[in-house]
Each structure stands twice: as structure tokens, then as C-alpha cells.
């Protein structure tokens, strides 16, 4: 079948199902093999003008358009006469098929890449919750420094930088919250409830990093 444009063509590949009532096998496909060639001329005059309204690289397009326009039909509509039905399944052009290869083997290489990276970005998320909740908990308990070293020498080494990091930052969180408490004691008239709150805060804080006694 010719596609738009005329330069290419599409090729059809048809199944004929026949049908007729009281007659034997034998003589039904005697006459259906008597009848393709009327059968074949049938189908093209369907698939023609559908054909011509498709470029040449939308095959699958027009198979599914044809196919619609195909189902429910029997022919002939007529008379006792053996009847058929067809479907059909359309590839496109082989100048056609080689020029759509690059472009496929590019989107396939980029969906294949998309799809590792995806999966790359859930092992290293999944990872990187692994590895904190591990931090976390070691972080909170004093015995476990030494027993960080048993995982090896280059982990031991990273949590104890992560560790002084945390610690160094806690000196400086602690004064500018006393800064705070200080900073709005009303004109020394008492605390507000403004001040009282950052006390709280202050003293959670203390206690829950070790720089003052638990009471």
C-alpha cells in the first residue's frame, strides 16, 4: 500500500477468516481459495485511502486505523455464498525501517540510562537514611566510638570527624540561645513569657548534650 506521499509504502499482512453455513470443510476452503483473489481486491480498496492519509514512518497508526475500520465487516454482505473477515498487520517500508533504527537505538540507550540513574538515586537515598539512623544512634551512645573503630579503619575515621563537628556547633548554639534569654528580660522587670520559653529551650538543650548535670 502506498503511504503519504507516495515515495513509500507500507506492507500489509492479512489473516482472512471464512465462514459459511452447511458446507463442509473441504468445499469451504476450496471455495475461499477460489475467492481470495476477489478477497484481496476487497481489502486493498478498503486500505487505500487510509493508507495514503499516513506517513510512512506511522505504521503502527494505520494499523490500528485500519483494523477499526475493518471490524464488524463481512463480505459479501450478501447472499449463501462463503463471507470473510480480515485483519491485518502493517510494518513499514524497510528504507523506512532503517532510518527509524538509529533513532530507536538512541531512545532505547536513553531510557535504559534514565532507568539506571532512577535506580542509582533510590540506592543511594535508601543509603543515606541507612547511614544517618546508624550515626544517629551511634552518636548517643559514648561506647559505641570505640566500637565504630571495629567496622574498619575508614569509617571510624569519618564518624569521628562527624561526631566533633556536631560537638563544635553545640558551644555555639548554647550562647546565642543564653544570648537570647538575656537580650529580652523586659527591662528588668522580670521574665516574660517570651524569655521563660528560650529558658526552657536552653536548659533542654544543656541537659540533652551533657553540659550540665541531669535533674
Same mark, same amino acid.
Given at each position: 500500500?502506498?503511504?503519504?506521499?507516495?515515495?513509500?509504502?507500507?506492507?500489509?499482512?492479512?489473516?482472512?477468516?471464512?465462514?459459511?453455513?452447511?458446507?463442509?470443510?473441504?468445499?469451504? !476452503?476450496? &471455495?475461499?481459495?477460489?475467492?481470495?483473489? /476477489?478477497?484481496?481486491?476487497?481489502?486493498? =480498496?478498503?486500505?487505500? *485511502? +487510509?493508507?495514503?492519509?499516513?506517513?510512512?514512518?506511522?505504521?503502527?497508526?494505520?494499523?490500528?486505523?485500519?483494523?477499526?475500520?475493518?471490524?464488524?465487516?463481512?463480505?459479501?454482505?450478501?447472499?449463501?455464498?462463503?463471507?470473510?473477515?480480515?485483519?491485518?498487520?502493517?510494518?513499514?517500508?524497510? !528504507?523506512? &525501517?532503517?532510518?527509524?533504527?538509529?533513532? /530507536?537505538?538512541?531512545?532505547?540507550?536513553? =531510557?535504559?540510562?534514565? *532507568? +539506571?540513574?532512577?535506580?542509582?538515586?533510590?540506592?543511594?537515598?535508601?543509603?543515606?537514611?541507612?547511614?544517618?539512623?546508624?550515626?544517629?544512634?551511634?552518636?548517643?551512645?559514648?561506647?559505641?566510638?570505640?566500637?565504630?573503630?571495629?567496622?574498619?579503619?575508614?569509617?571510624?575515621?569519618?564518624?569521628? !570527624?562527624?561526631?566533633?563537628?556536631?560537638?563544635?556547633?553545640?558551644?555555639?548554639?548554647?550562647?546565642?540561645?543564653?544570648?537570647?534569654?538575656?537580650?529580652?528580660?523586659?527591662?528588668?522587670?522580670?521574665?516574660?513569657?517570651?524569655?521563660?520559653?528560650?529558658?526552657?529551650?536552653?536548659?533542654?538543650?544543656?541537659?540533652?548534650?551533657?553540659?550540665?548535670?541531669?535533674?
Amino acid at each position: 500500500m502506498p503511504a503519504k506521499g507516495d515515495a513509500f509504502d507500507f506492507r500489509l499482512y492479512v489473516v482472512y477468516v471464512w465462514t459459511a453455513h452447511r458446507m463442509t470443510f473441504e468445499e469451504l !476452503r476450496f &471455495r475461499a481459495e477460489g475467492y481470495l483473489t /476477489w478477497a484481496c481486491g476487497v481489502l486493498r =480498496e478498503q486500505a487505500v *485511502e +487510509l493508507a495514503r492519509r499516513h506517513e510512512p514512518h506511522r505504521s503502527h497508526e494505520l494499523e490500528q486505523a485500519l483494523n477499526a475500520h475493518l471490524s464488524g465487516q463481512r463480505w459479501p454482505r450478501q447472499g449463501t455464498a462463503p463471507s470473510f473477515t480480515a485483519q491485518v498487520r502493517v510494518s513499514p517500508d524497510e !528504507r523506512v &525501517r532503517e532510518r527509524l533504527r538509529p533513532y /530507536w537505538e538512541d531512545r532505547i540507550k536513553l =531510557e535504559c540510562d534514565h *532507568e +539506571l540513574q532512577k535506580v542509582r538515586a533510590r540506592q543511594a537515598d535508601d543509603l543515606t537514611r541507612r547511614w544517618c539512623a546508624v550515626l544517629q544512634n551511634l552518636e548517643g551512645d559514648p561506647l559505641t566510638m570505640h566500637a565504630a573503630r571495629l567496622t574498619g579503619e575508614q569509617f571510624a575515621e569519618v564518624f569521628r !570527624r562527624y561526631v566533633a563537628e556536631r560537638r563544635e556547633t553545640v558551644p555555639e548554639l548554647v550562647d546565642l540561645l543564653r544570648e537570647a534569654v538575656r537580650g529580652h528580660n523586659d527591662l528588668n522587670m522580670g521574665p516574660s513569657e517570651y524569655t521563660q520559653a528560650w529558658d526552657a529551650a536552653l536548659r533542654a538543650y544543656e541537659r540533652q548534650h551533657g553540659l550540665v548535670e541531669r535533674g
